[in-house]
């Protein structure tokens, strides 16, 4: 499989807005569950949102009403719209792919990942 490629990382304020995207040739978007990971250098991989080839999402608890998942299945073009943006989202933040049933925040459900983009929250 190709690698997945993220962009749109960057610095901004608290209460700011920023929107991530992945890209990938050799996936076909609609057949696959995609999801948006984030990971302070140590930790482990929190899942932040996941669609799936239903286009049925999940989002963690922190981020639900303030972040948006969604793709162009046409484009194989997955996005992470988040608005509302705090301090703690500072994050490394990561695409990932596999095919899955339903929506996955499950860091160990897919085995295609992007190598991330820096997203930085400034109070």
């Known amino acids: 499989q190709q690698p997945l490629l993220e962009s749109g990382g960057g610095s901004v304020q608290a209460g700011g807005s920023l929107r991530l995207s992945c890209v990938a040739a050799?996936?076909?978007?609609?057949?696959?569950?995609m999801g948006w990971f984030r990971q302070v250098s140590g930790s482990e991989r929190e899942g932040v949102a996941a669609?799936?080839?239903?286009?049925?999402?999940a989002y963690a608890p922190s981020v639900l009403g303030r972040f948006t998942i969604s793709k162009d299945n046409a484009k194989n073009i997955l996005y992470l719209q988040m608005n509302s943006l705090k301090p703690e989202d500072t994050d490394m933040y990561y695409c990932?792919?596999?095919?899955?049933?339903?929506?996955?925040?499950?860091?160990?459900?897919?085995?295609?990942w992007g190598q991330g983009t820096q997203v930085t929250v400034s109070s």
């Open positions: 990932a792919a596999d095919e899955l049933p339903g929506a996955s925040l499950r860091e160990s459900a897919f085995a295609y």
């Open positions: 669609i799936d080839s239903e286009n049925m999402t």
């Open positions: 050799g996936y076909t978007y609609s057949h696959y569950c």
